[in-house]
């Protein structure tokens, strides 16, 4: 009878990670200067209330990672998502130029990521 249970609990297991796979998305975040530079590094204050990543149907805050070479990866949970940040793209001849992304920043302009895989692309504003 222990054996049928255990089997029992580790097949509930495996479903149970099959459909937490399905609730994931695989996130690709990038970021270009809007006169075409490059970004070496774009780093985000996270402490900032101001800067946000916030799931609605959830309620769940994600931090912002740091863009490498405009890029950066991560694993959210499928849903609606309101972005925005100020942060500090570094260029490549070093110097640091404050920017703000508020494309996804209110109710109706939030960005449905669903997929299982997907790319968003940020929008920069340089801030004087």
């Known amino acids: 009878m222990k054996h049928i249970t255990l089997i029992a609990l580790t097949a509930l297991l495996l479903v149970s990670c099959a459909k937490q796979d399905d609730v994931m998305c695989s996130l690709t975040l990038t970021a270009q200067m809007p006169s075409g530079e490059k970004i070496v590094a774009l780093n985000v204050d996270s402490q900032s209330g101001g800067n946000y990543f916030r799931n609605l149907n959830t309620g769940e805050t994600y931090t912002i990672p740091r863009l490498v070479n405009g890029r950066a990866n ?8 309101v972005i925005s940040f100020d942060g500090v793209a570094v260029l490549p001849d070093g110097k640091g130029k404050k920017v703000r992304c508020a494309q996804y920043a209110t109710l109706l302009t939030a960005v449905t990521l669903t997929e299982d895989t997907q790319t968003l692309e940020l929008p920069l504003i340089v801030l004087q």
Not at 74 to 81: A, P
């Open 74 to 81: 991560m694993t959210i949970l499928k849903g609606v998502y």
